[in-house]
């Protein structure tokens, strides 16, 4: 069972839509991350925040905006996706940022098509 | 700028028999190195880490994986392989300069019965 939670599941949207992605976790990590993965390819770092500040952001289009409301809770607000942007988002936690020998564990993702 | 290469796309051995998936890596300073499982419709699963010093590590499942200083390599290994662990495999590498896990482009396993 994965210690990171994620919803929904599953999102089907269209072009036009805001919708929102939501990751919890009660380990107490500091970290957390967005990765987009698309099929049989490795996920790609979209995100990271560290003590509920975003750390690094890898040129995502503005169309993603994360949030991180508290330190147990991580967002992604979606809004006029193109149908690229279909892929299965990944959420992630560690200990803390810069304890390089700490596992990311994963969440079980949300599977997002864009129509 | 640190990496990690897995070279085989696909490994396919019988049940029962030993199982390797390859990882070379590419760092500069210390090698943090991880193994992740992914199972159809899931997320990644931290199967094991290496820890300095120690050349086999242990992991979950029964996985383990040897690290080789002079080959660069951190191979995942099992003596008996299971149908169940047919699944797609990810090396990664964190880079101590940006923090970021760099990930190989992944390994699928498959196991026949």
């Known amino acids: 069972d994965t210690e990171v939670t994620q919803t929904p599941k599953h999102l089907v949207m269209g072009m036009t839509n805001k919708k929102s992605l939501k990751c919890e976790q009660h380990m107490g990590h500091r970290a957390m991350y967005w990765y987009k993965q698309k099929a049989k390819k490795p996920p790609e770092l979209m995100f990271v925040?560290?003590?509920?500040?975003?750390?690094i952001n890898e040129s995502v289009p503005s169309r993603f905006s994360p949030e991180c409301p508290n330190s147990s809770l991580l967002n992604l607000h979606l809004h006029a996706l193109q149908p690229e942007d279909s892929a299965l988002y990944l959420c992630?936690?560690?200990?803390?940022?810069?304890?390089?020998?700490?596992?990311?564990?994963f969440g079980d993702g949300t599977r997002l098509s864009i129509l | 700028a640190q990496s990690v290469a897995q070279p085989e796309d696909q490994v396919n051995v019988a049940e029962g028999n030993p199982l390797t998936v390859k990882c070379t890596y590419s760092v500069s300073g210390n090698p943090y190195l991880f193994w992740y499982v992914q199972y159809p419709n899931r997320g990644l699963q931290f199967l094991l880490k290496y820890i300095t010093g120690d050349n086999l590590v242990k992991g979950s499942y029964g996985f383990e994986a040897e690290f080789n200083k002079s080959q660069t390599s951190f191979h995942l290994k099992k003596p008996s392989a299971l149908v169940s662990d047919s699944a797609l495999y990810f090396c990664a590498v964190r880079d101590a300069n940006t923090d970021k896990l760099i990930f190989g482009t992944g390994t699928r396993l498959q196991v026949f019965p």
């Open positions: 992630a936690s560690s200990q803390e940022s810069g304890l390089l020998n700490q596992p990311q564990h």
């Open positions: 925040y560290s003590y509920e500040k975003l750390s």
